[in-house]
DNA sequence: TCTTGACCTGAAGTCAGGTTTAGGTTATAC
DNA sequence: GTATAACCTAAACCTGACTTCAGGTCAAGA
């Protein structure tokens, strides 16, 4: 068992920031003796699965619904299977939107370091977008597929 | 040259938003012809680069920046080259973060998956962490190292 | 016992990134 | 030439996720 200073210290999240969560409902069973919180390895978890989901860009009030889904019990075991599976896909989504963004910016790179030794932007101009050599047409054309 | 509505159409952003981002100086050197927004091609690049670094948590305010950097011409080519080098560790970073989050998911929807088949969580809590088959083993150690 | 530090609450404040509203101007189609 | 659709501004409003504040309680050590 946990005292909110300990676990702000173990997590490095603000006590303010531990009581909205407990305010916002994510923390259902969270137990207290004479209304001091008292954490146990249940919150922990639940704080872990907090801030991954936060990570994937969940709102509190979805964390807050898959929290109440765990407090059921059992029988929402399949409910918050497919809340993962569905989330899965999103991050899977939000990989591959940010590997494009890697090109662009990989391209953007390039483009400067161009700038840079010719000390202007007209020979790349005339380049973009179909004369471009092939060490770059690649990162190019990935970026720019929409 | 585009007008606002257009401009709004083709990237699907509202109007309210392209004013908003011209108010926040965004597009330094947008033209108007009796008070309408005239958009040049360099607007809309400059969009398409708005989108990029918005996509990878950029705020307004270091977006404008960047747009200050590109109207003020050839003197900020390296500048604006390490921008982008500083931004591409950043983004890379968001992709390994990503992938351990990822991680972390798979192993919930294997998690889960097994808590359907045996109808609770007994024999689960008792392999974690030590004793998880090979299978899942490897995604819960990504998933958990600090 | 008294003080000090860690805890508590509800309410207000903050910040980013927009959106909405109210009132007005301009361009285009009939 | 007049309607109406698209544009304009400033200012107020909104949402999510916190943070800060004011005022109060509780537990442990000197």
């Known amino acids: 068992m946990y005292t909110i200073g300990q676990v702000s210290e173990m997590f490095n999240i603000p ?4 009581r909205y969560y407990d305010k916002e409902g994510l923390f259902p069973g969270l137990e207290r003796s004479s209304g001091i919180r008292r ?5 922990i978890e639940a704080l872990r699965i907090i801030e991954c989901l936060k990570k994937t860009g969940m709102e509190i009030k979805d964390i807050k619904q898959f929290m109440e889904w765990c407090a059921e019990g059992s029988s929402t075991y399949t409910v918050r299977r497919d809340f993962f599976l569905r989330r899965k896909k999103i991050v899977e989504e939000e990989i591959r939107k940010m590997s ?3 090109d662009m910016i990989d391209f ?6 161009q700038a840079i030794k ?5 020979r790349l101009n005339q380049m973009i977008p179909d004369n471009l050599p092939d060490e770059i047409k690649d990162v190019y054309d990935r970026a720019h597929e929409d």
């Open 15 to 18: 006590v303010s920031t531990l």
């Open 39 to 43: 954490f146990s390895e249940k919150e």
């Open 100 to 102: 494009r963004v890697l």
């Open 108 to 113: 953007k790179c390039w483009y400067y370091e």
């Open 118 to 122: 010719d000390g202007n932007e007209d």
